[in-house]
């Protein structure tokens, strides 16, 4: 989705500001909404690719107006009520009034350690990888609607492969809920003037984590 | 934006956010899906043992321990795994190596993809559009943001987490530091050298 979450290069957000001896979170209501999404994705209720969807899919002046969190609080709404978990209603009335689906798992309290380690992304390749360390590779110049992780700033442009990373699960399919079609995954590294043009900055390279549907080979 | 000012600016915003929460929060409860008390011990480690202290005990010991070193650059997840730092490190866990011809930063243009394991959560400024709209085009501008100058000919990688692999920089090891035990050293570590965006304190920073 060109969406506005898709931000790499874009001009006009002003200064990075730091802020010194930052709280980990800001507000009681910050740490309940981690949390909420932690556990929610725990128990299996929905995966990180659908989560990031619902995020981007939140209007661009919503998005760009909301705090970090406030974007998840609204995003775990939206999710929740999409997939039948809870009503509307229910949230607006702050009780339940149906019983609730049932759940691949339960998190108890005593269980959280397992919760805090990330799962692992790594699927059986289901065939070999079709680029190899040093291949010069073009991405693609996609425009899907729905979710992608191919990063909008460097579409049609020639990077090299640097590494695989294994294979993993396609983004773009486990957003729709349409499951793993795991895919072979690169390091892709662009020139920062392949990307900026003969202005930018001559010591700089970029990469990105680019999923083999996302690249085509490029002649040398 | 100081602590005070987010305060004010944001108080109405807050309880409204408070009140939206506490609801949705009621209704997955209640509906069964997840319960109160393990979403208060997943605040609570992050707010006391899942930091940036996990990530200072790696590169310290990496900055001594040369066959640690080259296993954290091999494979960042199994190497840190063997420290028992924490529970369990997920997988995809990528160490990128500062060196006197090259300095790594790690962003997150489309969301915030962090290594949390290592660093904990990730700091507002990481999340927001300032950062992600200019890490990869502006690096150097947004280093001066942060008081950092690099010769002008060290080159710059930034590395964009798009997928669930996750990175982490190994800094160098500042100068005036031999001799030095792991724990003195992981005191050298801040959270920004280990995204890029600082380098590792000097000794004479913390005399």
Sequence with gaps: MDGIHDMGGMHGFGKVEPEQNEPVF????????????????????????????????????????????????????????????????????GHARHAGKTLPRKLAAAEVANALTRGSYFRPPPGPARFQAGDRVRARNIHPATHTRLPRYVRGHVGVVEALRGCHVFPDTSALG???????????????????GADADPTLTVSIEAFEPYLDAASS | MTHGHDD?????ELSEMQLRV?????????????????????????????GPHNGARVVAKAWVDPAFREALLADATKAVQSLGLI???????????NTPQRHNMIVCTLCSCYPWEVLGLPPVWYKSAPYRSRAVND???????????????TEIRVWDSTAETRFIVLPMRPAGTAGWGEEKLAALVTRDCMIGTGLPRRPQDIA
């Excluded at chain 1, 995020?55 to 969190?69: N, Q, R, T």
């Design chain 2, 8 to 12: 004010s600016a944001h108080g109405s």
């Design chain 2, 22 to 50: 506490r609801a949705l929060e009621t209704v997955l409860a209640e509906k069964g899906y997840l319960d109160p008390a393990a979403l208060d011990a997943i605040i609570e480690a992050y707010e006391t043992r899942i």
């Design chain 2, 87 to 97: 529970s369990r490190v997920g997988d995809h866990l990528i160490a990128v190596e």
């Design chain 2, 139 to 153: 690096p150097r501008g947004v280093l001066a943001d942060f008081g950092l100058q690099l010769p002008a000919d």
């Design chain 1, 178 to 196: 349409q499951g793993d079609h795991q895919q072979w995954l690169y390091t892709v590294v662009f020139d920062g003037q392949e990307l900026w």
């Design chain 1, 26 to 93: 800001h507000a009681a209501w910050e740490g309940r909404t981690l949390a909420l999404q932690r556990a929610l994705m725990y128990v299996g209720a929905y995966n990180i690719d659908q989560m990031r969807a619902a995020i981007e899919a939140l209007p661009p002046d919503l998005y760009l107006s909301s705090s970090y969190y406030k974007r998840w609080a609204l995003e775990i709404e939206n999710v929740v009520t999409a997939l039948g978990l809870a009503a509307a209603e229910e949230i607006n009335a």
